[in-house]
């Protein structure tokens, strides 16, 4: 089984703060029990083993989203005191958490929160499962408008799913410490070429020219660098400020497509940290 290990491939010695690279552990079971279910994409195992569900991206408790508890519900009534089969990538990440899928009498618990509108499709490169009957899954709940997708956030091609305005350290040291992490929602690669970000102030940047295919996220950093666009790891763009670009305290991000819509918008404030 292969592992890889991205911060040892980017040269970059701090563990990703949102976590979401593979690492090296423990082995890994491929039955348990759920002992309990943290939200809609976390839960431990029997065995002790935290889990963080592959393909799927439920909103957090903390702060709260939008249809959070929802998801939890759904994944505790489907999982919770159950055997499961775990579908592991064989990674953990930067938590060290098992990235699994998991599967109950058959069912595919990440296809069941798509159907019901309580995730997007979310990968963890390098994944080569068959996207098909996830990316049917989302579509089916996205036409229905059911859940997430009959909220204002869930209307465009991307959603911003971590805005870390916050660099480690000085910002201004670690301009690339500033960075959001923005998935591909729609059903299809979306070609970012006219797209831009602006913040709370309107001041605003292009985005480089890249594809990020379906439920791929891209790591979209203030400063400047070579962007990493091969899709089997994790997308880096580089917006290429000489300076830091989000405020501390509070800010905004708005992204907009080539026409000058609105595709997402998230906002950042220092006493409400990412989880
Ligand atoms: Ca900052
Ligand atoms: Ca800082």
């Given at each position: 089984m292969i592992l890889l290990v991205w911060a040892a491939l980017a040269g970059d010695?701090?563990?990703?703060?949102?976590?979401?690279s593979l690492v090296a552990g423990p082995p890994v079971p491929t039955e348990a029990v759920v002992?309990?279910?943290?939200?809609?994409d976390t839960l431990t195992l029997s065995t002790g083993d935290k889990v963080r569900l592959r393909w799927v991206n439920t909103p957090e408790l903390k702060p709260l989203e939008d249809y959070g508890p929802e998801a939890r519900e759904l994944t505790a009534s489907l999982v919770l005191q159950k055997q499961v089969h775990l579908l592991t990538s064989g990674g953990r990440d930067g938590y060290g958490r098992l990235l699994s899928g998991v599967e109950v009498e058959g069912k595919n618990l990440s296809i069941a929160l798509l159907e019901a509108g309580l995730g997007h499709l979310f990968l963890i490169p390098p994944d080569d499962t068959d996207l098909a009957p996830f990316i049917a899954a989302q579509e089916k709940a996205r036409a229905a408008r059911r859940g997430i997708w009959?909220?204002?956030?869930?209307?465009?091609?991307?959603?911003?799913?971590?805005?870390?305005a916050n660099a480690d350290g000085d910002d201004r040291e670690n301009v690339n410490g500033e960075y959001l992490r923005i998935c591909n929602i729609s059903p299809q690669p979306l070609d970012l070429a006219g797209y831009r970000i602006a913040d709370i102030s309107g001041k605003n940047w292009s985005f480089p020219e890249a594809i990020v295919p379906v439920g791929q996220t891209f790591k979209l950093h203030s400063g400047r660098g070579d962007n990493?666009?091969?899709?089997?790891a994790q997308l880096e763009l580089f917006l290429?400020?000489?300076?830091?670009?989000?405020n501390n305290g509070s800010d905004r991000a708005t992204i907009y497509d080539r026409y000058g819509r609105v595709v997402d918008s998230r906002e950042h404030h220092a006493d409400h940290p990412n989880p």
């Open positions: 010695a701090a563990p990703d703060p949102d976590a979401m002992a309990s279910v943290y939200d809609g009959s909220t204002d956030r869930f209307q465009g091609a991307l959603h911003i799913t971590s805005f870390h990493q666009l091969v899709p089997d290429g400020s000489a300076d830091p670009i989000w």
